[in-house]
């Protein structure tokens, strides 16, 4: 098991999205949906932006949920979501095998609903040894109540609660990175909200000495 009280890095980590379908989004109470849906594309482009795997999995695509998001799928365009039948993607041969065949022992986790197939995976995964960070910001549940419960619950079984924004300034931690730090600043300035407004003024505004 990796160290868990190191930091993260790209190389030991791997990004799965559960479930985020327009379907089960009609059910999230416990956050703005428009608010879930872009912290989801921000942690979907920071994991592109690091070279960190995307497993995508949806659920009951034909019959209810409906297809990956839209918004999500523009990001990854490339990769092609595992559909399921069981609420756990653990207890799905397919999704499983996704996450273990990408050799990342760190999992990213996000999606819907928190109470759900969020939990399920988590718990899941945490008990094969996997070091799991849940998303939370990136993930939505039925109520507020429901959501912060199903948080806690996957915490005290030893999943790390993060949010988009930590994973992002986690996996840089050095703006001078330069491979990465034109993608990762057009992420915070698009979806980072005061920070990302005042990363723009910085940039446009503030001149070196000299400069008009």
């Known amino acids: 098991m990796t160290n868990i009280s190191s930091l993260l890095t790209p190389s030991e980590c791997a990004l799965l999205l559960i479930d985020h379908q327009a379907g089960l989004a009609f059910a999230v109470e416990s956050i703005a949906r428009q608010t879930l849906l872009n912290n989801t594309a921000a942690l979907t482009r920071t994991a592109v932006v690091f070279g960190v795997p ?46 273990v065949s990408s050799g990342r022992r760190r999992l990213l986790v996000s999606g819907l609903l928190t ?3 969020v939990s399920f995976a988590v718990l899941s995964a945490l008990a094969e040894g996997y070091d799991v960070y849940v998303v939370a910001d990136a993930c939505g549940g039925l109520t507020s109540v429901s959501h912060e419960l199903a948080l806690r619950r996957m915490e005290a079984a030893g999943a790390r609660m993060t949010s988009w924004i930590q994973v992002l300034l986690e996996l840089q931690r050095d703006w001078t990175r330069h491979e990465t730090y034109d993608g990762a600043r ?11 407004i005042g990363l723009s003024y910085a940039r446009d505004m503030i001149k070196p000495p000299g400069t008009t």
């Open 54 to 99: 995307v497993i995508v999995s949806t659920s009951a695509t034909k019959v209810y949920s409906g297809p990956l998001m839209p918004a999500i799928q523009k990001v990854i365009p490339d990769v092609q979501a595992i559909d399921r039948k069981s609420m756990n993607v653990w207890e799905d041969e397919a999704a499983r095998a996704a996450v």
């Open 115 to 117: 109470e759900a197939c």
């Open 186 to 196: 057009s992420i915070v300035e698009t979806y980072g909200g005061g920070y990302g």
